[in-house]
């Protein structure tokens, strides 16, 4: 079974949102037609919580774009963006939603849980290929 695995396709990575990337209509577009190819299509989410702890609005007095050490590691601080239930978080309404099968919200809880649910989720249907 092969399956297809998309992220940061949401409002606020469009050109109007928080945190513009550029060419994401045009990457919308080439998920949408290559969508046939696919037996299984899986979204990631970013579902972050208002006050996570990335958001340089989280830390008084910090700006966007400054590192600070948290519980020993390195972090880079963020605008907000995709937090859970919010307009910025939403899926690009252009993507082709009936035809994705599975959605990982990836709620900041680290790279690690994020794998773990693919990992799982690929067992579980027996997915032999990933794009």
Not at 33 to 56: C, G, M, T
Not at 64 to 80: A, D, M
Not at 87 to 94: E, H, P, Q, R, S
């Amino acid at each position: 079974m092969k399956a297809l695995i998309i992220k940061n396709l949401q409002n606020d990575f469009l050109p109007t949102g928080a945190t513009p990337i550029e060419g994401i209509m045009e990457a919308v577009e080439e998920v949408n037609n290559s969508l046939d190819k696919y037996e299984v299509v899986i979204a990631l989410q970013k579902w972050y919580p208002a006050d996570h702890h990335r958001f340089a609005a989280s830390h008084p007095w910090r700006k966007p774009g400054q590192v600070i050490t948290i519980e020993e590691e390195e972090v880079t601080l963020e605008i907000i963006n995709c937090v859970a239930d919010s307009l910025g978080a939403a899926l690009i309404n252009d993507l082709e939603f009936d035809k994705i099968n599975y959605i990982i919200k990836d709620e900041g809880q680290g790279g690690d849980a994020i794998m773990a649910s693919i990992n799982e989720f690929i067992k579980k249907h027996k997915i032999e290929e990933i794009d």
